[in-house]
């Protein structure tokens, strides 16, 4: 029975190519044609295959809805929870997971700070757009057409005198994380807070969700928490391969100049 099945899956990604007779199907398994005639047959009454009129066989499209389906059910804030606790766990800072919706980029999820200084952010509650690193991670991924639309039409209130001044300089920064695959708010919203981010990427490599770890200047400097980065990355890339189901490669940190752990990361 165990062969059967193997047999069976094994002719998907076989189709996923193209097209293919049953020749082509009984060779690439290496059982006779009455074989996989049968295994194709069991297929094809589950909507997994499909006989076109010139006796190819193809995916058929009840795999593609049971596909697109498995995705609409994935939880990334059951997935990410997790890795986000254990993130916490070695680094003592608040931790936030952020997705875009309707236009705004949300707090989905958060593991609070260790330390008696906290942040005040909520789940639900929108980011402020402009200058989070898990807003700059969620629109960096969008295409520039839509990138530009959005940023004409944000207003750019000036949070410090590190916050983003206009829509030139927001899709500077923008492109600027869509290379690097890292993005930070130094300040940009609270002269005292610092964050450090990462994107979660879906299957086809889209980002669909962003994580992020800050603290308070008076916890840790923002160089200091720029070391955690390599870390966030890491978390990031385990979220992203649970997520898509996939063993990607991690993406290659591009870190700091100084990357030496503090007494906290090594804790």
């Keep these: 029975m165990s062969q059967t099945v193997d047999r069976a899956l094994s002719i998907l990604p076989l189709l996923a190519e193209g097209p293919a007779d049953l020749g082509k199907v009984a060779d690439r398994l290496g059982v006779h044609k009455s074989t996989a005639l049968r295994l ?29 389906q498995a995705v609409e059910n994935l939880d990334v804030r059951e997935i990410a929870h997790p890795h986000l606790t254990a993130l916490n766990g070695d680094c003592g800072h608040t931790v936030h ?3 875009y919706e309707e236009n705004e980029v949300l707090y ?8 008696p200084v906290r942040m005040y952010s909520r789940i639900g509650k929108p980011v402020a757009i402009t200058v989070a690193a898990v807003a700059k991670l969620l629109l960096a991924d969008l295409t520039e057409p839509e990138r530009r639309a959005i940023a004409d039409k944000l207003d750019y209130p000036m949070y410090t005198s590190r916050s983003t001044p206009n829509a030139g300089a927001f899709l500077k920064e923008l492109a600027n994380v869509r290379e690097q ?3 930070t708010d130094l300040g940009g919203h609270e002269e005292s807070i610092n964050c450090i981010g990462a994107p979660i990427r879906g299957a086809d490599g889209r980002v669909v969700a962003a994580m992020s770890v800050s603290a308070p200047n008076v916890v840790v400097t923002a160089e200091e928490l720029l070391t955690l980065l390599p870390l966030v990355r890491r978390t990031a890339d385990a979220i992203s391969r649970e997520y898509s189901g996939t063993a990607n490669t991690p993406a290659t940190a591009n870190t700091p100049a100084k990357t030496g752990p503090t007494k906290e990361a090594s804790a």
């Design 97 to 99: 997971l952020a997705v």
């Design 40 to 68: 194709l047959r069991t297929l094809h009454e589950h909507g997994l295959v499909y006989r076109q009129q010139d006796q190819r066989y193809r995916l058929g499209a009840r795999l593609f809805a049971l596909a697109q």
């Design 108 to 115: 989905i999820d958060k593991v609070e700070s260790r330390y």
């Design 181 to 183: 695959g890292w993005a």
